[in-house]
């Protein structure tokens, strides 16, 4: 799957969106989650062009990575969920519901979770 330049979450990387913004560096942008599924719910974007998950690791560089997942940790240390425990979620392709094709991680916590996946 090729890029799309104008899905929402590089609208959102280049201002055109606006966002609630929850922290930012050179790798990453979080903000919060516009239909969140927990107390908190915040997306993290990598500041680069990556469809998903095995986009970004087959192609962003290894100092990107690491940037980008510190981020992650950053934003959960922010949010004061070390001590109560989060979940970071990455959904890639249909089965999975990823609803953006651009790669990003959601951080949820503030509450018991449960289940990592519903039996149907």
């Known amino acids: 799957m090729a890029y799309d330049k104008?899905?929402?979450?590089?609208?959102i990387l280049?201002?055109?969106i606006p966002?609630?913004?929850v922290y930012e560096d050179k790798f990453a942008l979080a903000f919060n989650d516009i239909a969140p599924d927990a107390p908190v719910h915040v997306l993290v974007v990598p500041k680069g062009e990556y469809?998903?998950?095995?986009d970004f690791s087959v192609n962003a560089t290894p100092e990107f990575m690491k940037g980008f997942f510190?981020?992650?940790q950053k934003v959960a240390q922010q949010l004061n969920l070390e001590e109560s425990g989060y979940r970071i979620?990455?959904?890639?392709?249909p089965d999975a519901s990823q609803s953006v094709a651009h790669f990003h991680v959601?951080?949820?916590?503030?509450?018991?979770l449960g289940r990592l996946v519903l039996k149907e």
Do not use: W, Y
């Open 89 to 93: 979620i990455s959904n890639h392709g």
């Open 19 to 21: 966002c609630q913004k």
């Open 14 to 16: 280049r201002g055109e």
């Open 70 to 72: 510190t981020a992650v």
């Open 106 to 112: 959601h951080i949820l916590g503030g509450r018991h």
């Open 6 to 11: 104008n899905n929402i979450f590089a609208k």
């Open 51 to 54: 469809v998903s998950f095995h």
